[in-house]
């Protein structure tokens, strides 16, 4: 049975209802200048480091036993960290010459794709191309080339040719991916995805107001979009991950607006819930059986959430980051605080 783990500090951010349970640790091991998740994992950047905690089953703390920790051990790798990301088993990330590494299981080539090693204990050069973003999911990963194009490697579905030119959409700002589809924004504002049932064989174009400056970000089985302060949200919603105020099952091929929501600066997308940042206030919605959406007590949590609900004053928050059953937050003064499942080490 998965533990539900609420961190109360009252010197930093400030629950309305924690749980009597509620575990309060050293301020300083709360200290990050990122927060990055998976389902099973958790890495936080420091300076020139990055500490990461959680599952150990394919190696993705660089540690040689199988057992995972609920201490931070220190990754491998002593470069500046730009971005980092996360599939089920692996992890990339972006060094500061802008050359991405990856390590964890490899058995399907999603770590480097000319190794026979099934386990990558240390950070390795997955590509020899300079990048300037990477995203990982499932079994494979993708990263966009400087020169524009999009490669991927690893066990990649259908829909993902190995190497595609995405030059006829212009430059390309930001992409992320799940097991079931691959969206990018272009730096004009246009939203684009390919998915292996609507579009296997040609990105698409969302139908949203452009934005230079919006964020596309996916879950499991849902995406959600951020264009001129408004969020975006399509795919699946028996979860009630749309936002829309039902928790219809079927699955949503048109991008709807989430109401209910404040001018918006921030979204990101866990497995099944997405949360947000507006003035440095955390709003919430989706799937909440783990408290992932809604840090309360059991007793007046609902199960899921299909309208945004705005959190318990944290204080002002710089940023967000979500895993599969878990969100943190991170404030201006570069302490965080994670509420969620304990599958990934929280």
């Not at 020169?147 to 212009?170: I, N, R, T, Y």
């Not at 691959?182 to 684009?192: A, D, P, R, S």
């Not at 749309?242 to 990101?268: C, D, R, W």
Request: glycine content about 8%; hydrophobic content about 35%.
């Amino acid at each position: 049975m998965k533990k539900i783990v609420l961190i109360c500090l009252a010197q930093l951010f400030v629950i309305a209802a924690c749980d009597k349970k509620a575990t309060v640790i050293d301020p300083e091991d709360l200290k990050a200048q990122a927060i990055y998740q998976s389902q099973w994992n958790t890495c936080r950047v420091l300076d020139n480091s990055a500490e990461c905690w959680g599952d150990n089953v394919y190696g993705q703390l660089g540690l040689r036993y199988p057992q995972g920790s609920n201490r931070r051990i220190k990754l491998p790798f002593t470069q500046p960290i730009l971005q980092m990301d996360f599939g089920y088993f692996h992890g990339c990330l972006i060094s500061l010459s802008s050359q991405v590494y990856c390590w964890g299981r490899n058995i399907e080539g999603q770590v480097n794709p000319t190794s026979i090693e099934k386990v990558i204990l240390e950070p390795q050069l997955a590509l020899k191309e300079k990048v300037f973003q990477v995203a990982t999911t499932g079994y494979y990963s993708c990263a966009i080339l400087k020169s524009g194009a999009l490669k991927c490697w690893g066990q990649l579905p259908d829909f993902l040719a190995k190497e595609e030119s995405l030059e006829k959409f212009g430059d390309i700002a930001e992409i992320d991916s799940s097991s079931q589809q691959l969206c990018f924004k272009n730096k004009l504002g246009e939203f684009y995805c390919k998915d292996s049932k609507q579009s296997p064989e040609a990105f698409r174009k969302i139908d949203i107001p452009l934005d230079s400056n919006g964020i596309i970000t996916l879950g499991e089985t849902h995406a959600c979009a951020l264009s001129l302060g408004n969020v975006y949200c399509w795919g699946q919603n028996d979860f009630g991950q749309l936002g829309n105020g039902s928790f219809y099952s079927s699955v949503s091929t048109e991008a709807s607006q989430v109401k209910n929501l404040p001018h918006m600066e921030l979204i990101i997308a866990g497995g099944l819930h997405t949360c947000g940042l507006a003035m440095g206030e955390v709003y919430c919605w989706g799937a909440n059986s783990l408290s992932q959406s809604n840090p309360l007590d059991k007793a007046s949590r609902p199960e899921n959430l299909s309208i945004p609900v705005k959190i318990a004053d944290f204080g002002q928050i710089r940023t967000l980051s979500a895993g599969y059953s878990s969100t943190c937050a991170l404030n201006f003064k570069g302490y965080y605080s994670c509420w969620g499942t304990s599958t990934n080490g929280l």
